[in-house]
């Protein structure tokens, strides 16, 4: 089955400056990497996502590359703020919607003010 | 946007009882659920995967017959923890995805079950 590592799983940037997660992942048919935010107590939301088709997806400050030859995905947030600060999964599946996500184990991001 | 509702958000119970997770998606027709549980500091690990009107597909090492899921209807899901014990405390998560392009993994708030 697919295995997804991340890193680091934690990450401490000053606010203002940028912040990367890493993750790989191992079964070659995934085709769905999407990140997830999530807040203590609460389940996770979707921040972006990137299908295999695709290198490169950017949202204001967020972007996500892929690599499919290498199987690795990664997070950029620019000029982080305080509120950046959460715990953030990757995830792959293998097809958007109705086959399953496995979840990389999480990075907690700390924004200093 | 898609919205799935999941009640209640936290239940205590006493060990041995059974609990049921509800979730609802609002505003579409979720033909796929999946449940999650996550322990503290830990990631979300997949427990099964339902489609509407047929069984659970459970993944490897969870009970399906301590934790019952039940997804008769396309905008609802149940997860029921039957004899709960101290080490099925978590936290659980569903997730819907409809039959569009626009409706996928959108997940529930999560459901914090603690058993006593």
């Known amino acids: 089955g697919e295995n997804v590592e991340q890193h680091p799983s934690t990450l401490s940037v000053q606010e203002g400056d940028s912040a990367v997660i890493k993750c790989t992942y191992s079964?070659?048919?995934?085709?769905?990497f999407p990140w997830y935010k999530q807040e203590l107590g609460k389940g996770p939301q979707l921040i972006i996502d990137i299908r295999s088709n695709v290198g490169e997806k950017k949202d204001q400050r967020i972007a996500v590359t892929l690599n499919k030859t290498a199987k690795h995905f990664s997070l950029h947030i620019t000029e982080t703020q305080p509120e950046d600060s959460a715990v953030y999964f990757c995830a792959a599946s293998r097809a958007f919607g109705n086959e399953k996500l496995t979840f990389g184990t999480g990075t907690r991001l700390t924004i200093i003010p | 946007g898609a919205v799935v509702s999941q009640h209640p958000s936290r239940v205590i119970c006493k060990s041995g009882t059974s609990v049921k997770i509800e979730c609802r998606s609002l505003d579409f027709q979720a033909t796929t659920m999946f449940w999650y549980r996550q322990f503290p500091k830990q990631s979300l690990m997949l427990m099964a995967t339902?489609?509407?009107?047929?069984?659970?597909?459970?993944e490897q090492g969870v009970e399906k017959d301590k934790f019952l899921i039940n997804h008769a209807s396309l905008t609802l899901s149940t997860l029921t923890v039957t004899s709960a014990h101290p080490e099925d405390s978590s936290f659980y998560i569903c997730s819907a995805s409809g039959d569009s392009s626009g409706y996928g993994y959108t997940f529930g708030s999560g459901t914090r079950l603690t058993v006593v």
């Open positions: 079964d070659s048919a995934s085709n769905y």
């Open positions: 339902s489609n509407e009107g047929s069984k659970a597909t459970y």
